[in-house]
């Protein structure tokens, strides 16, 4: 062998113990010293076979042993004591085979790792072998054919090493690669690299699939990696990138992308510089985010938030917080929003104190939800405060609500229900003028009553108006008034009837509270719990109540 000096293994046992083969075997391990000619000698450059044993029992990271033909165990290092647990008693003179899994065993692979190392010279594999004590610890093999002068097979030389660690940091790595892959794809964020010597870009998968781009067709250049970049932006971008990789800085910016089907993609992206052992920069590292869907998610949070703003106000506008001077009047309000509660509800009430000590109500409800229906209610709202204050009886006050809902309704389908009442100065004496509205209750000395007035239309229904009555009420001196919207009305009488709740149903629920409710908040909150288990969820339709009551004195 040239430039190489060459020694003879003797693989009889050292310890004694007979090896079965140790005569054939005695000159057939040939071991070369690098750089010392062949047939060179003298004692600083011959390398003896007593050295080489040493050097092989020595070894602890490695086991190195020797197979007869048949494949059983001629020799043993402490490397493989280590390794595999057995000790050369134990295990000289044993076929090889029992290092495998039994499964494998069963297969046949150890004799066909010796008969492709003796058919091709070598075998080198890994897989998972089995120790003295049964636990698997994974290994690198590495099988050589030993063959003598006439080309006879007299036994292998095998090498094994434990890479269990590196095994488990490989799959600990592809592990995080995979979960990087699966981050990068929920985050929609790719990643690039640019090399500055060879200005090849590599991308990853989800960098790929972002710019709509096939991995097998891209360049790789740096001039690829611009051109789904948006024309406009396309000189920027390219600046940016270039500037960090000349000057070393980080970068940051805004990318619009078209992908090859014309669809246009918004991307966050940022990345730094990677030097080189000189200092000098190499690489450009950065991420590329597709914010497309989060932008517009912002954009419709932006517009929520300005519609809920509008809601609000328009619902303060509907439903104000009342209250009235009079300490002998208690005024309490109720609303509740129905199933539909996305939607901007067009209930509406409103109290006003007038001068002569009279006190005049309102309750209404427009047809339908949203911000259209609810700037009728406050217009109509705004007007009736008007139309009191100037006077107006209750006719003229509703055709004069009806013209202003003719006038300002964005359809000629909406339509606007009305109670309107007086209470006298006195407060023996109550007004009611209904236009298409459920009538209120009176409750008086226990009893409780739907009120018998004048009814006319909705406002809006008719073309040529109509002439509203109203109807007085001598209410004594102890009374309450419930005043409400159809919403408390309409629900089911029970879970998965047909039948509507009703007034008549309404009537003996508010007679119920009356003997269990402390006081008139308790009255009005027992009342919506009555309803709406009766209905056996929340209500299809919004509700409203406005409660007025005159107890007696000291109560």
Same mark, same amino acid.
């Given at each position: 062998m040239?430039?190489a000096a060459?020694a003879w293994v003797?693989?009889?046992?050292?310890?004694?113990?007979?090896?079965p083969?140790a005569?054939?075997?005695?000159?057939?391990?040939?071991v070369?010293?690098p750089?010392v000619?062949?047939?060179q000698?003298?004692?600083?450059?011959?390398?003896?076979a007593?050295?080489?044993?040493?050097l092989?029992?020595?070894?602890?990271d490695?086991a190195?042993?020797l197979l007869?033909?048949?494949?059983?165990v001629?020799?043993w290092?402490?490397g493989?004591?280590?390794?595999?647990?057995?000790?050369a008693?134990e295990?000289?003179g044993?076929?090889y085979?029992?290092f495998f899994?039994?499964?494998?065993?069963a297969?046949?692979?150890?004799a066909?790792a010796?008969?492709r190392?003796a058919?091709?010279g070598?075998?080198?594999?890994r897989g998972?072998?089995?120790?003295k004590d049964g636990?698997?610890?994974?290994?690198?093999?590495?099988?050589?054919?030993?063959?003598d002068?006439?080309?006879?097979?007299k036994?292998?030389?095998?090498?094994?090493r434990d890479v269990t660690?590196?095994q488990e940091?490989?799959?600990?790595?592809?592990? $995080? #690669?995979?979960q @990087?892959?699966e &981050?990068q %794809?929920v *985050?929609q964020?790719g990643s690039?690299?640019?090399?500055l010597?060879?200005?090849?870009v590599?991308?990853s998968a989800e960098?790929?699939?972002?710019?709509?781009?096939?991995?097998?067709?891209f360049a790789?250049?740096?001039?690829?990696?611009?051109r789904p970049?948006?024309?406009d932006?396309r000189a920027?971008?390219a600046?940016a990138?270039r500037?960090?990789?000349?000057e070393?800085?980080?970068?940051?910016m805004?990318?619009r992308?078209?992908?090859?089907?014309?669809d246009l993609?918004?991307?966050s992206?940022?990345?730094?510089?990677?030097?080189?052992?000189?200092?000098?920069?190499?690489?450009?590292?950065?991420v590329?985010?597709?914010?497309?869907a989060?932008l517009? $998610? #912002?954009?419709? @949070?932006?517009? &929520?938030r %300005?519609? *809920?703003?509008?809601?609000r106000?328009?619902?303060?506008?509907l439903?104000?917080?009342?209250?009235?001077?009079d300490?002998?009047?208690l005024l309490?309000t109720r609303?509740?929003?129905?199933?539909e509660r996305?939607?901007?509800?067009?209930d509406f009430?409103?109290?006003?104190?007038?001068?002569d000590?009279?006190?005049a109500?309102l309750?209404?409800d427009v047809a339908?939800h949203?911000p259209?229906e609810a700037?009728v209610?406050?217009a109509?709202?705004a007007?009736?405060r008007?139309?009191?204050?100037a006077?107006?009886?209750p006719g003229?006050?509703l055709d004069?609500?009806?013209?202003?809902l003719?006038?300002d309704?964005p359809s000629e389908?909406?339509?606007t229900?009305?109670c309107?009442?007086?209470i006298?100065?006195?407060?023996?004496?109550?007004?009611v003028a209904?236009?298409g509205?459920?009538?209120p209750l009176?409750v008086r000395?226990g009893?409780?009553?739907a009120v018998?007035?004048?009814?006319g239309p909705?406002l809006?229904?008719l073309?040529?108006?109509?002439?509203w009555?109203?109807?007085?009420l001598e209410?004594?001196d102890a009374w309450?008034?419930l005043c409400?919207t159809?919403?408390?009305?309409?629900g089911?009488?029970?879970?998965?009837?047909?039948e509507?709740f009703?007034?008549?149903?309404?009537v003996?629920a508010?007679?119920?509270?009356l003997?269990?409710a402390a006081g008139?908040?308790?009255?009005?909150d027992?009342l919506?719990?009555v309803?709406?288990a009766?209905?056996g969820?929340?209500l299809?339709?919004?509700?409203a109540i406005l409660?007025?009551s005159?107890?007696e004195?000291?109560r």
């Open positions: 040239p430039g060459c003797d693989t009889a046992d050292r310890r004694g113990a007979a090896c083969y005569d054939q075997a005695r000159t057939s391990v040939p070369t010293s750089g000619a062949a047939g000698t003298g004692g600083a450059a011959q390398v003896t007593e050295q080489f044993r040493l092989v029992e020595g070894v602890k490695y190195i042993f007869d033909p048949e494949g059983r001629a020799s290092n402490a493989a004591e280590r390794i595999k647990g057995y000790r008693a295990i000289l044993q076929h085979g029992r899994e039994p499964h494998d065993a297969a046949g692979k150890p066909r010796l008969a190392a058919r091709e070598r075998y080198a594999g998972w072998r089995v120790r636990s698997r610890f994974y290994a690198h093999v590495t099988i050589n054919a030993l063959f002068e006439t080309g006879q097979l036994g292998f030389a095998k090498i094994t660690a590196e940091a490989e799959r600990t790595l592809r592990e $995080r #690669e995979h @990087l892959v &981050a %794809a *985050a964020m690039f690299e640019w090399d010597t060879t200005d090849q590599a991308c960098l790929h699939r972002i710019y709509g781009l096939d991995p097998d067709t790789g250049t740096f001039a690829a990696f611009l970049v948006h024309p932006d920027v971008v600046n990138i500037r960090a990789g000349r070393g800085t980080p970068f940051r805004q990318v992308i078209v992908r090859p089907d014309g993609r918004l991307l992206s940022w990345g730094d510089v990677v030097r080189d052992e000189r200092g000098q920069p190499s690489r450009v590292l950065g590329c985010q597709d914010v497309t989060s517009q $998610r #912002e954009e419709q @949070l932006a517009e &929520a %300005a519609q *809920a703003e509008l809601s106000r328009l619902q303060n506008g439903l104000p917080s009342l209250s009235l001077r300490p002998a009047l309490r609303y509740r929003a129905g199933q996305a939607l901007l509800g067009a009430f409103d109290a006003l104190e007038l001068s000590g009279s006190v109500l309750i209404g339908g949203g259209d700037a209610g406050v109509l709202r007007a009736w008007a139309l009191v204050l006077g107006h009886d003229d006050l004069g609500l009806d013209k202003v003719v006038h309704r389908e909406m339509f229900t009305v309107c009442a007086w006298s100065p006195d407060r023996g004496r109550v007004t209904l236009a509205h459920p009538p009176l000395a009893a409780v009553q018998d007035v004048p009814g909705a809006g229904v073309d040529d108006g109509y002439p009555e109203a109807g007085v209410v004594g309450t008034l409400y159809d919403g408390l009305i309409e089911r009488l029970a879970p998965g009837a047909v509507r009703g007034i008549e149903e309404l003996e508010v007679r119920g509270q003997a269990v008139l908040d308790g009255l009005l027992g919506l719990g309803v709406q009766a209905n969820a929340d299809s339709d919004d509700v409660c007025v005159h107890p004195p000291g």
